[in-house]
């Protein structure tokens, strides 16, 4: 095989590639004795038939196999030898081909360009808290008091507060029942957050085994789309009504719930939790805020085919092994395509100030990340340490690492400016 490169642009190198024609021969050879094993034409028992024949008579299959087994391990030989780390796969384009002639075709490899990262310190940056006062702790302990309410059947008419254990089913436009809709023993919290007005005004006032048609019309933006700016109607028979208890916040509260010795210890436990989640906010919000102002001051061109082949795994991802129509494939690129390009610059931003200040991970520190994985979630325990006994997926996970330790560098050299804001509402994470 004889290889040479020529480079495109910063982000490319081009390969000649071409196999001398003997060892294409041979190739052809190697598939066609392959082919042999399973051939069959009269006269003749599977796998007894000539080699010359299978040649004359499966050459179509032949070719197109040669091609697929050959062309992909003779680019990835030819980029290993030119010491080459391809950002994409290699594209093979210019496939010259003729029996008894040498194979020769060029190989597009995308690669990381050297660039320099420029003005990436003292970055004027503004880290905005919320403190952790008694008012987020309550609002806290509050929740905590809702998800552990317990429900009483009662016998009498419902009120908002109580729930109805009830089943349903969507009526047409000429009263039949519509059989896919039907849901059975669904539990409807009257009065709960985003419960439709007729939904709830229907409920109100009913008995354990009434049956109500309700009418509910639904807002443009709903999520559902079949539902969306409609107004369909219901069959609901109600099941039971129950009444739902709240727990008094003490320390039988917080021993049989949460297994703390008392409640004093529980609000400890959640202004702890809250601490922690309101720091991780902020260095996100702060890497963000960095990454904006590295992005700006680093013009930077993004070679589409990996523009493009980024996008098609993000597609891919979302669609979760669901196939994807072109159309919808296309509006969904669109959508994604900002964010995917925001991320590879910020990537290669962050890859060359690692690069310019001999920042690296070592194996310690990568074993050491992996055992932080897997102490996460100690149920998925062997299965994060098995996926990390790749060698691939370990040197990802280093590059990761150390993008982290860049980052980390961009804001220690930042003029930082801290900011609290104490007038706006805080979002509370979920405490569970």
């Known amino acids: 095989m004889n290889v040479s490169v020529r480079a495109g642009t910063p982000w490319q190198h081009i390969l000649d590639i071409q196999i001398p024609a003997d060892e294409v021969e041979s190739r052809l050879d190697e598939v066609a004795r392959e082919v042999q094993r399973r051939a069959v034409l009269p006269g003749f028992r599977r796998g007894k038939v000539p080699l010359h024949l299978v040649r004359q008579n499966f050459a179509d299959s032949i070719e197109q196999r040669f091609f697929e087994t050959t062309l992909p391990a003779v680019t990835s030989e030819a980029v290993r030898e030119s010491k080459l780390n391809p950002v994409v796969p290699p594209l093979v384009r210019e496939l010259r081909f003729q029996p008894g002639e040498p194979l020769s075709f060029e190989a597009v490899?995308?690669?990381?360009?050297?660039?320099?990262?420029?003005?990436?310190?003292?970055?004027?940056?503004?880290?905005?808290?919320?403190?952790?006062?008694?008012?987020?702790?309550?609002?806290?302990?509050?929740?905590?008091?809702?998800?552990?309410?317990?429900?009483?059947?009662?016998?009498?008419?419902?009120?908002?507060?109580?729930?109805?254990?009830?089943?349903?089913?969507?009526?047409d436009v000429n009263g039949r029942p519509m059989g896919h809709t039907r849901a059975k023993g669904i539990r409807l919290e009257i009065g709960a957050p985003g419960m439709l007005p007729e939904l709830e005004s229907g409920l109100i006032g009913a008995r354990s085994g009434d049956a109500r048609t309700i009418a509910v019309s639904y807002p443009e933006d709903h999520q559902a789309e079949e539902l969306r700016g409609r107004t369909w109607s219901y069959q609901v028979r109600v099941r039971k009504i129950q009444d739902k208890k709240l727990r008094e916040l003490d320390d039988t509260f917080a021993r049989d719930v949460f297994k703390l010795s008392s409640v004093e210890e529980l609000k400890e436990r959640v202004r702890i939790n809250l601490e922690a989640e309101e720091q991780s906010r902020t260095q996100r919000e702060l890497d963000a805020a960095a990454t904006d102002e590295l992005v700006r001051r680093n013009a930077l061109e993004l070679p589409e085919r990996l523009v493009a082949f980024m996008l098609d795994r993000v597609v891919r991802e979302a669609a979760q092994g669901r196939e994807?129509?072109?159309?919808?494939?296309?509006?969904?690129?669109?959508?994604?395509?900002?964010?995917?390009?925001?991320?590879?610059?910020?990537?290669?931003?962050?890859?060359?100030?690692?690069?310019?200040?001999?920042?690296?991970?070592?194996?310690?520190?990568?074993?050491?990340?992996?055992?932080?994985?897997?102490?996460?979630?100690?149920?998925?325990?062997?299965?994060?340490?098995?996926?990390?006994?790749?060698?691939?997926?370990?040197?990802?996970?280093?590059?990761?690492?150390?993008?982290?330790?860049?980052?980390?560098?961009?804001?220690?050299?930042?003029?930082?400016?801290?900011?609290?804001?104490?007038?706006?509402?805080?979002?509370?994470?979920?405490?569970?």
């Open 109 to 171: 490899v995308d690669v990381k360009p050297e660039l320099e990262a420029r003005d990436w310190k003292k970055l004027p940056l503004t880290r905005r808290s919320r403190p952790i006062d008694a008012a987020a702790v309550a609002q806290v302990m509050d929740r905590l008091r809702e998800e552990s309410a317990v429900f009483v059947d009662v016998d009498r008419v419902a009120a908002r507060g109580d729930l109805v254990l009830a089943d349903s089913v969507r009526l």
């Open 324 to 432: 994807v129509p072109d159309h919808l494939a296309a509006e969904m690129s669109g959508r994604y395509r900002p964010g995917v390009e925001r991320s590879l610059r910020r990537e290669l931003i962050l890859d060359a100030i690692a690069r310019q200040e001999q920042l690296s991970v070592s194996d310690e520190e990568i074993a050491a990340e992996i055992d932080r994985i897997a102490a996460a979630d100690p149920r998925q325990a062997a299965r994060v340490r098995a996926r990390y006994a790749d060698a691939e997926r370990r040197r990802t996970l280093g590059e990761t690492l150390t993008e982290r330790k860049a980052m980390g560098l961009v804001i220690e050299s930042a003029e930082v400016r801290d900011e609290v804001m104490s007038d706006e509402p805080m979002v509370v994470p979920a405490a569970r």
